[in-house]
């Protein structure tokens, strides 16, 4: 099958409030680098919920999967995109992030620890890629997410009051992340999500509180969870 910018627009599915997920992986898989080349040279800053921002999309996710054998070079090229305006185009780099840690997880590990001394973006997308079940299948790699969880977590204890745009996204983000880490390695993730439990800044709390929320930490360990909900009620925030 031949893709096409245009046949991507067409069947972008965009606007709307989902795009055609199923279309974007096909093309990652079984497209050419000329055709993803194409999707990439095609984004521009201003496309939000749009079908040039499905594009986009392809070109990420294409480019990672294509570049599998070389880590550093596909989230080198990348990595501008994971600060983009788009959430989609966003949200892109962390999907890159997961099929590059199917190959040689070793190397794109080593690229989120540069990532991790940027911005908040570039942080949330660490987050994102790295905090799925599919992901989180060995112990180097669950510790290193774990580190990143919680440095970025604290990091909110310099801010008391207002925070920016991006440090809310970098808080959504952390908002799930904790409960899909915990549930892949309990006995460690459990003692490391206790520390945050009594730490007073609104924003640690405000993490803390929606990732006690999540189905998947009553699925794991309810009794636990109840507990972690109860002392999490004495705080004020």
Known sequence: MSFTVEYLKDHSNLPSKRGNLELLYEFAHQSTMAEVMACLE?????????????????GILGFCVQKKSDVVEALLRVEAYSEHSSWRIREAVAM??????????????EVMEV?????????????????????????????????????FTLSFKGWENRI???????????????????????????????????????????????NLKKKRLEKMDLEWTQKMQKIGALNVT
Not at 42 to 58: G, H, K, R, W, Y
Not at 115 to 141: D, M, T
């Open 42 to 58: 095609s984004i521009t800053d201003d496309l939000e919920n749009s079908p040039e921002e499905f594009v986009a999309m392809c």
């Open 96 to 109: 890159g992030i997961q099929e590059l840690m199917g190959g040689n997880f070793k190397s794109v590990l």
């Open 115 to 151: 990532w991790s001394g940027g911005s908040a973006l570039k942080q949330r997308a660490i987050v994102a890629g790295l905090c799925e079940p599919c992901v989180l299948n060995e112990e180097v790699i669950v510790q290193a997410t774990f580190k990143h969880l919680k440095t």
């Open 164 to 210: 920016d745009d991006d440090q809310k996204i970098l808080r959504q983000a952390l908002g799930y992340a904790w409960s899909v880490a915990v549930v892949a390695s309990p006995a460690f993730g459990k003692a490391e999500f206790e520390n945050l439990i009594r730490e007073p800044n609104k924003h640690v709390q405000w993490i803390v509180k929606n």
